[in-house]
């Protein structure tokens, strides 16, 4: 990790720069497997399913049989723990749930806002070494929540029980097939692949830049993804051992990873880097930890409210508050994806376990985006009903604005009507 | 208008296809001025402002005094009306105010979903022969009412006067540029355009294309736009005149717009025709109206439930209910911007007053994107707080799943935790 003392002339923005590769390489890569996606459909996904994963696959969704199966293929004390942690995830999720608004605004005009779930949602599940099971929950059980009817996953071959079973609990369609062949049949349809509503889910930078370029097509998107990213907060009373397994925990994602720390206390941070040096020693990812540090730094600042000022312009997706009074700094927390707060809060527990969602903004975008939660999955639909006699109280308002527009046919929607509200006053009479 | 008899066999996905301009030329045009504006700053926002609004502009910002005379410029009635609709706004999108949301997932662990206001936001409005007051008040107000501290309003000159008088009911900072280039000076920043967290508002398609680029770079937007539309469900219920002058006042935005009637009765369908051809010849918009009810169509179906069943397929932006039981369709309704209940709720009252948002998704994104709402101008962050005793309750379950997804230092993070707070234990007793 490199070092630096807090002055008000360091341009954080710049120094805490996230390690970003160059990809107008990616770019155009990504487009053309779009195009070929949209255009082909199913027998392009063949062909670039042989093309970099290898196999020959006719069949992408992944039959009843086989998804059974799995459950026998998973042991039971991990299936212990996925339904714990489920039964976390889904309580907080539930949590969320809003009712309809309904607010008369004048009288007689009553205005509501409802919220729907989006239909049919993609759920895009990485590959790799090892199977990504929280994701999987993540996003599949806030789906289920909010009411989605169809869960649609995609992920490469070969498919890992572990997932299969992931998604049996969460009665999602599974296709085998990755990359951005998969975001690209997600959001045009293919003949086997049904068209969504929205994409969610990580991957890699070729995911990640397919799922961009469908939003510039409008079709939705979780958020932008980039690697992962930790800043901790740390006073005297922090625990080095704690914070150096934390920072570790995060430096373990990739070597693109990043990790801060910043402390008023020049001791804790000599003590967290002794102890980081100790336990990355018995990483089985040792060398993919180092790397990710050489990309982290660490901070001394005077006092706490500068080390959140800093934190609040790196935007972290997450943030561990090590510090013996965290309330005290809740409400100053401006940007972040998830907070950690106190001693015996790791960030791992919200990778997994805690119920809050493990999909967050990276890279600077908890400035501006939501991690998902349950209106993720839904979309809103206002409704009005408005009373003669609220015509009557509003009609002359929408007519002078409409004019002010010079939009005639808007004000002589309202005139029709009030002239007929006017002549049954007439014949009542 | 187009007529056709429903039937089984139709494709309404092509059948209703709204009309849309090939954009590949617009593609590349935008994506020259957002690197201009990127790369130049206000060098490229001058020499683009004289390009095509052929003015020279040195100070994009409206200075105080014109801001403080334009309340001169704006007569009385006026005045009132926007303060009476602002009011509406307002009183709708105060009520879709969300609490934190706290639940403890387990003894021990407490989660928590906080909303935060973004803190920046971008209002594009639209300039052309009639100032769109209303839009100022759709955006300006929720985003107060969120509690976003700075409100920046892009728009082309000439500034109207009624638009600045409504942007200093919202305290908005007003900048004189339009087109593409203020989209990409929000997205990016400039020395006198600060950067944004969201960008908002209608446009042009250069507008509409600059922000799906900016969006593809991660920049939230509110929504993919286009031509507006309206889809009116009618029974023998229905007022003619009434239903007439609504599709009327869809139709006379621009010609490009469509409006599609379904109804049960012929007689129906042909007095609303018959009244369509009276009223619109009227209007000072005649010629956009005409063209525009060349795009449309009426339908005629067996019976409401089938009325609905396309319009969900079609997802229009409004859609009119003029049914004798409308309550009785509300919740088949999946996909609609917002929907307009019995015969004295014109769709021109939810442009302008009624107090529902008139930011709506169009060309079919009903489907899959909310309106503007409050929640649009906010972001969630979570927290949570693990107690020891939680963290005893939770810790294997993280363990047991961060060693199915090989993450040793994830199930490190909470060992030495465990087994800190199992020494303890020992040492107290």
Request: hydrophobic content about 40%.
């Amino acid at each position: 990790m490199k070092a630096i003392v807090d002055n008000p002339n360091i341009n954080y923005m710049e120094l805490l720069k996230r390690p970003v590769e160059n990809d107008i390489e990616i770019k155009s890569r990504v487009s053309v497997i779009l195009e070929m996606i949209r255009v082909q459909g199913d027998e392009a996904l063949k062909t670039l399913t042989k093309k970099f994963d290898g196999v020959d696959i006719d069949t992408f969704e992944i039959g009843r049989q086989e998804r059974v199966n799995s459950k026998n293929l998973v042991d039971e004390s991990s299936k212990k723990s996925i339904a714990a942690v489920a039964s976390n995830i889904e309580a907080f999720h539930s949590a969320q749930k809003t009712n309809t608004i309904e607010v008369e605004t004048m009288p007689g005009v009553k205005c509501k806002l409802v919220y729907r779930p989006l239909k049919r949602v993609g759920l895009y599940i990485p590959g790799g070494t090892a199977p990504l099971i929280s994701t999987v929950l993540m996003l599949g059980i806030p789906a289920k929540v909010a009411g989605c009817k169809e869960l649609i996953v995609c992920t490469p071959p070969p498919v890992n029980p572990a997932i299969l079973y992931a998604c049996s609990l969460i009665k999602a369609r599974v296709f085998t097939v990755g990359g951005a062949q998969a975001i690209a049949a997600m959001a045009f349809g293919t003949k086997s692949i049904p068209q969504v509503d929205k994409i969610f889910g990580p991957g890699n930078s070729f995911v990640t830049e397919a799922k961009m370029q469908v939003a510039a097509l409008g079709i939705p998107i979780d958020m932008p993804a980039g690697p992962s990213e930790l800043l901790v907060v740390a006073d005297e009373s922090a625990e080095p051992q704690f914070v150096a397994a934390d920072l570790l925990s995060q430096a373990e994602h990739g070597v693109d990873s990043q990790v801060v720390l910043i402390s008023t206390s020049d001791t804790i941070i000599a003590r967290i880097l002794d102890e980081i040096d100790k336990q990355v020693k018995a990483l089985p990812r040792k060398e993919i930890a180092l790397k990710a540090l050489k990309n982290s730094w660490s901070i001394k600042v005077d006092n706490l409210e500068r080390a959140i000022e800093i934190s609040n312009l790196y935007a972290p997706e997450h943030l561990i508050l090590s510090v013996s009074n965290p309330e005290a700094f809740e409400s100053s927390i401006e940007n972040a994806g998830s907070v950690f707060i106190g001693n015996y809060t790791p960030e791992s527990a919200g990778d997994y376990a805690s119920g809050t969602n493990h999909t967050l903004p990276t890279s600077g975008f908890a400035r501006n985006w939501s991690g998902v939660n349950l209106q993720s999955f839904t979309k809103t639909i206002s409704f009005q009903m408005i009373s003669p006699v609220g015509l009557d109280n509003l009609g002359h308002h929408i007519i002078e604005l409409a004019n002010a527009e010079k939009l005639a046919a808007h004000a002589n929607a309202v005139q029709v009507r009030l002239l007929k509200l006017k002549n049954d006053e007439y014949d009542d009479n």
